[in-house]
């Protein structure tokens, strides 16, 4: 998952080109699968650095990210790149294999792709097929998105999108019971049963983790009968990789991390068994769907496009839709963003990165630095990106209001988990392990134990 989960569709000129080079692209892996010497060119022996220009190869993906860099492509082609006498071809793959293609090409040692698209998640699976980036400038970019590509503190990946995530909460229902002094009793023994502890409510942006499930309470009919919401929140609670990065929050919030400072699996702490212990309280009693142990990215904006429930924690992509009268016609105007309770977010990087193995790579290294300029970033923010350089966000917040927010929040809140060989893989096996606690239907200390010792076992 990304920030940017909900898919566009392609421009018809788009879709076309990017038939063809997935057409072309396929036949190649097909021969790098059967028949490894006959299939792309390989080399050895490290790839070459090239003549410096000529044709550079790209591999990205559909949707607003292939579709954003589309058009920085076409534009370099016909500006910069003309005059260095280099032209980027991009091939666009599907967004569910994508990676396990370019990880085919990746074993065989394949020049066929000078670029690979790569992510936070993947970047130290793949650093042994990748040449370190040492000329690229970084200084622009969020640290912290810098940081979750490197991998033994070398700099393996450029970043591209980032993605992180916001409490979005319905303003208007959380003004009118600030404003209803009235109502705060009721609220306060909502909170009490909810919570064990009486509490007022609270502006959005003071919320730690008990307001989260005491608003959670107050604004399902359940517990609150007169509610304007059926419930309070919506859960990213399936089993999927991803849902993992959302729950992490609560983790990072409570005190919590995947790991000790010496770099020990830590997820049977105290603080996961209360990060775990939000989700279950919330399921269990009914503030949330139960649709919520099936629901992720989509389902999330559906139950907030629909006016079923009145805040959830969501990926900052989502807000963009949310606030569109055409498209939430319900609710735009009456989201708004806060920070994630506990003021900790998730922060990964969607990146591209050079091929250890490309012929080209004097090319390819020219157009990355072109890339890493604030110029060509506020390009790809024109174009429908979220670019990890702050000052190019806060200067496009015209585009996306979210913006500016999106880069105080990542400055303020944002952490990365460990940069590992197998960090896309322990994701899912914490989703695995702890899915079912996370509804209730498994005990949370025997889950995180299971989830401890799969994540231990990725460390090595």
Known sequence: MTSNSGLRRLEPSMSVKAARLVVALAAGLALVSCAPSTGSKTTGAGGDQGSGSGTVKMVLWPGPEGEAMGKVVEAYNAGQGAKDKIKVEMTLLSRQDTFSKEATLMAAKSSQQDIYFVASYNVGQYANSLDPLTSVDASNYFPVAVNGLKYQDKQYALPLDVSNHFLLYRKDLLDALLAAKSQWPAYAAVASKAIGEKRDP???????????????????????????????????????????????????????????????????????????????????????????????????????????????????????????????????????????????????????????????????????????????????AKAGGIPAMPDVLKANMSINPAFGQISESIDKYGYSVPVFPNTFQAYSKIAESLSGAWVGQQDAATALKTANASLQKLLG
């Open 202 to 380: 609270k502006p959005a942006a003071e919320w730690d983790w008990n307001d989260y499930i005491a608003m959670a309470a107050w604004f399902s009919k359940s517990a609150n009968p007169s509610s304007p919401t059926q419930y309070g929140t919506i859960l990213q609670a399936k089993n999927l990789l991803y849902n993992t990065m959302i729950w992490d929050d609560v983790l990072w919030g409570q005190g919590g991390s995947w790991t000790t400072p010496e770099g020990k699996a830590n997820l049977d702490s105290p603080a996961a068994v209360k990060a775990v212990g939000v989700y279950s309280t919330i399921y269990k009693n009914g503030w949330t769907s139960k649709d919520s142990s099936q629901a992720e990215f989509p389902e999330t904006q559906a139950a907030l496009k629909a006016g079923k429930t009145a805040f959830a924690l969501q990926w900052s992509a989502g807000f963009a839709e949310l606030n569109d009268k055409t498209k939430s016609p319900l609710v735009a105007g009456k989201i708004a963003i806060a920070p994630v309770p506990g003021q900790k977010t998730h922060v990964h990087a969607l990146a591209v990165a050079l091929n250890k193995y490309s012929e080209n790579k004097g090319a390819a290294t020219k157009f990355l630095d072109y890339l890493a300029t604030p110029d060509a970033m506020t390009a790809y």
